[in-house]
RNA sequence: GGAGAGGUGGCCGAGUGGUUGAAGGCGCUGCUCUCGAAAAGCAGUGUGCGGGCAACUGUACCGAGGGUUCGAAUCCCUCCCUCUCCGCCA
């Protein structure tokens, strides 16, 4: 959520923001009820402070017939103005969390996802001597892909992947992790962005993929309508990325300064309800319920939130162009860079079998409004606490990146040529 | 699934109705001492929210939420979590 103090100096600014990231949420209101509610605090306060002076009082001792009775009275007094605050409170707590973080200054405001921007293309389309088929269509009749027998299993949206293609999800798995934890292209990755930040690799994780609502909710990721599934006899939901159970790892903590950049690689299966989707992307693999992904988390101080934000999308390019796969960079608009982010970027992959671009990585820059719900703070070395910025970014959503290297290596023959970065995770195979 | 134990401050650990925000210890910080360090001594050392330019101050917090009471870490209820043993299982 946001800084209520940032409200209340900029109550315009935040009504108009909010209005550019398609929210509709009364500031005005938002901003009474803050005051009511300091108001009746003070109240309350007072109240307890006297209670609290009487008990002082009498301590040890029996209490007089008239402190019983002025006792008594604070007592109803208090129950009176406790029951107002708490639905002030129930009520200013949820208009607070409907406001959504402010977009930064260069993201476009746009109010439907055609304001996202094309800041550039890069990697050449190539062109092929016969039609390139989408991805499916190599896969299935090759046995690579079974949906079929999948959705009679599981429903639709779900697949069975088969033989070289899970070598290959491997080989993805592998070359990351490698790349990742490698101090000498991070180095490379933050000095050819002029990025003030620490060389530090990432960390690989397998984080747990259940997790439990209060701190799923804390995380502001929780979407139980159109996303996220819930499992019927435990108070827990499947993540719909690992990015779910690793901002949340460091809930209710106060981390020292030292340990900052935290940068992690998650790898986890991810489940997704897709609801209000039905009838989009329904062949192939590109938009599943159930998908495997690599899922970077970064947890940074405030100064160097932006530059760690600006550092994974170089991450994510990286690795793209490593994969040798064409791709455009979007800015998104303030309509789609989502509720927490104050700023996002989506890497789209082009697609020859089905002649477009599709998204395949995000990078969110959430700065502290994740932190400020998760209680995740840090020391400073002055001793101050700060919240820490949060930052997420795909590495590779496993599903999309291989239908697009099935799509852009295809060959003549229906088959599917092993990216030259991946053939030392494949053994001897170099096509599938 | 069965049985049991337990959740208190950065950590360990006291505390069953009233100077307990919380004994004691450890850790940490500062000071004294020292050429320096150690030891010793002294002092300090949580977080949220409200108020205040600030020093500071009020309030809340002993797993969570309710309740009893003039007053709750302490009594009652509900729930959650952790650990141990047995069973089952990757």
Known sequence: MLDIQFVRDNPELVQ????????????????KLDSERRARLTQIEELRRRRNEQAETTKGQKPSEEQLAVGKQLKEELARHEADLQQIDTDYLALLKAVPNMPLDDVPVGLSEKENKVTKKVGEQKTYDFQPKPHWEIAEPRGLIDKERAAKISGSRFAYIKGDLVRLQFAVIQFVLQTLGDEKIIRKLIQENNLKLAVKP?????????????????????NAEEVTY??????LWLNASAEHTLCTMYWNEILPEEMLPIRYVGYSTSFRRE?????????????????????????????TGLDEHLLLVAVQEYLVQQLGLPYQFLLKCTFDIGKPNARGIDIECWFPGQNRYIETHTADFITDYQARDLKIRVRRQD????????NDATAFALGRILAAIIENYQTADGRVRVPEVLIPFMGDIREL
């Open 16 to 31: 108009e923001k909010t209005k550019q990231k398609g929210y509709d949420v009364d500031i005005a209101k938002l901003l």
């Open 383 to 390: 001793g101050n606490l700060d919240l820490v910025h949060t």
């Open 275 to 303: 609801a209000g989707t039905y009838g989009k992307d329904t062949e192939g693999i590109v938009r599943m319920h159930q998908f495997d992904k690599l899922e970077m988390e970064v947890f940074s101080t405030p100064e």
């Open 230 to 235: 819930r499992l019927a006899n435990d108070d």
């Open 202 to 222: 990432f960390t690989p994780v397998l984080p747990p993929a259940v997790l439990r609502t209060e701190p799923y909710a804390a995380s502001a990721r929780l």
